[in-house]
Structures are given as structure tokens and as C-alpha cells.
């Protein structure tokens, strides 16, 4: 199953440039469908369908300070007080002409009443208040019915994520349930004998499992569900099993290690019998040996066994994939235009350096990198807040060269 019909080894081993291979990789992700969820587990769930307003909000005109309603051309500054609004009912009175009702903020505005005048702009006595001013303009201090949003007003677009904002505003319109797009399921393998856990005890020639855990906490942050992770030794019929249950039960598995030129790189050739095969390097450093195959709806991507190069692989073409997934609005990072802070090194593929972005005093936007930049120096990503896209060069890029930065987070202040 290498590849399309037609498709030899050659073409799938040829070095793919990352937009190519990553309209490949959108090519085959498809939104999921969408499950209607209670509005406690919405936060953070990506809208299923646009959500249009079922009635108007607010609901009644309300008071927007504390203060006195009143009949606003009402010219006599004395006004005796018949009652007093508060939140949560409906006072049976009618404001008319001399008279007044006290109210609070965010209480519905009683019966005849079209303005109201805030407390510090008027004198209390026992059953009198003296207004500082005689009429006031009508409407004024008055949020009217609908004036956030009128029934059938578009409140959220699908794609949208739901954060704070949007959540209390879904809560305050009562749509619930809320419409999401189903978190893709993942898996994620670790492989290679040299293998442990974090917490055993390192032998001779072996390391601990760093891979899957990054890999896991990317995938989070993403959106998808990681439902089963694990590691397997270099053998190929276990393996093999391992793959294939795998591939029934998830919409994405993640595999880090085994996808290079050795002999015990078995995931190349595992996905070459079990499933389609798209493409197997990208011209990307670093990062060049990685797979992606599909078998049915499920989308598989080798990754790197490195680990700089396991989550710059993920970053690059998973997360878009999940974002696809999930029918965001966008799926890509920003990306920003940098000066460099610190010469490069040549590089004969693009060069997706680890780098830290501030804003400088005098508002330019300079990148330097964490240090070495290594595949196999996690530490490079710590503090890291940028990807730098080098182009190919024989030479250096001097200080002050201008290049992309895909962000990660913010940029930081200088004093950063």
C-alpha cells in the first residue's frame, strides 16, 4: 500500500517542500462530525455550527447606573420617590410626571420611566429626591431591549473557539447544549530498544522516553484526545500488531523513531504494508525523515525520533491537521517578519530555528536563537516563542537579515 496507484518508492522518498507536504497533509484531514456537549464541558471546544441569537438581548431596557427613572422632559427637579427596582423582578408601578423610582444597575426600567439620572447627580430627602438638573435626555442611562444582540444576529461563527468571552456568552443566551466538532482520538508510540520510562533507572546505552510526553502535551494543547500511549521495542511482528489495532480505534497515530534508512527503522516500512503512504522526507531541518500515511480516516505521521525534530514535525504538520480536524477558523500560527539578533549558520534545507522574539525600544522585532540548535537538544525549545524559517544559503545570514518567525507565543518585551 506504498502510496497512490501508481506511485513508486522513488517519488515517495523524494524531498517534499513543507508547503507541499503540508497541503498533502490537509488534503487528507476532514472536519469531524459534531456532538452536541453540556455548556460545563464546551470551554475550549471548537463550534460545531454558527449559533444565531434566539431572542433579543438584553431582554427588557435595564438601568445602567444606579440612580432614579424617570420621565426624562420632566422639567420639575423635585420628583417624590413611589418606589424602588431592583434585579430580578418587575415592579407593578408607572413613573409619571413628578415622580420617581429608585433603581439599581442592571434592573429592568419600570413602566413610564425613559431615562434615568444617576445618584450622585441628585439630593436624597425622605420621600423627595432633587434632581441637579431638570430634563434629561431621553434614553439616557438605559442599555435598550436588543442592544448587544437582536434575535436571529449571528452570535458565534462555526470555527469559532470557545474561550471566556464566548462561553458566557452562550451561557447568558441559554444555548444549550452547545454544538462541537468531536476531538479527534490520538495514540502515540515510542519506539526503539534504548528505550525507558521516566522514572526507571537508565542502563548502559539506553535513554528515557522524552518523546512521548512532549508529543502527548502538544496534542493536548492542540485539541485532540489522547486516548492510549505507549512504546514498543525494535520488533517487527509485534510491532506490526500493534499498528493495526491502532489504526482501527483512532482518528490520528503519532510514532516517533524508526522512519530513517536503518534496518531497524521499522515504521517505514509497517506503514508501506498497512497503510497509504504520501510521502517519507521534507526538505526541513530539522526534520527530514518524516512519514505520513493514511489508512482510511485515520491519519498516521512517523515522526522523527530526535526529539527537537518529533515536535518540530508536530508543530509543522500535525497541529494544522488537528486544527483542520477540529474546523477552526485557523489553523496556522502567526507568522511575523524579524531581524536577526545573532548570525546563522549555512544550512542546505529550510532551517526551522528555535528563537526567542522581543520587541526592542525601538518597536523592531529581533530574533535570536536558544543556542545550540541541535536535533537532540530539547533545551533548545525551552523559552523558545518563535520558529525562524531560514532559507537554504552556502553563506551566513548576517545580523539584521530580515526572515519569518512563526510565533509560538507572544513576543516578549526586551527587559523579557
Known sequence: MSGEPGVNETE???LRHPDEARATVLAQAKPLPVEWVPLIDAPWRVLGEDLRATEDAPPFAAATMDGFAVVADDGSPWREVIGEQTAGFVLDLDVTLGTAIRITTGSPVPRGADAVVPVEETEETEDHVVM????????????PIGADLRKGDLVLAEGSILGPAETALVASLGMVPVPVRRQPRAAVLSTGDELVEPGDLVGPGQIRDANRFGLVAALIEAG?????TGRAPDQRDGLRRLLADLLGEHDLVITSGGVSMGELDLIKGLLGELATVHFRRVFMKPGKPLNFATAGKTLIFGLPGNPVSALVG??????PAIGRMLGKRAIDRPRL???LGRETSPTD????????????QTGRLVATTTGGQASSRLASLVGANALLVVPPSLIPYPVGAEVEAIMLGSPLAESD
Not at 132 to 143: E, H, K, L
Not at 224 to 228: F, I, L, M, P, Y
Not at 314 to 319: D, I, T
Not at 349 to 360: G, H, M
Open 314 to 319: 508536530f508543530e509543522m504538520f500535525v497541529r
Open 132 to 143: 441637579q438638573q431638570g430634563t434629561v435626555p431621553t434614553g439616557s442611562n438605559i442599555r
Open 224 to 228: 485532540a484526545v489522547v486516548s492510549w
Open 349 to 360: 534545507r529550510i532551517e526551522y530555528q528555535r528563537a526567542r522574539v522581543v520587541l526592542d
Open 12 to 14: 515517495l522518498d523524494r
Open 337 to 339: 517578519k524579524v531581524r
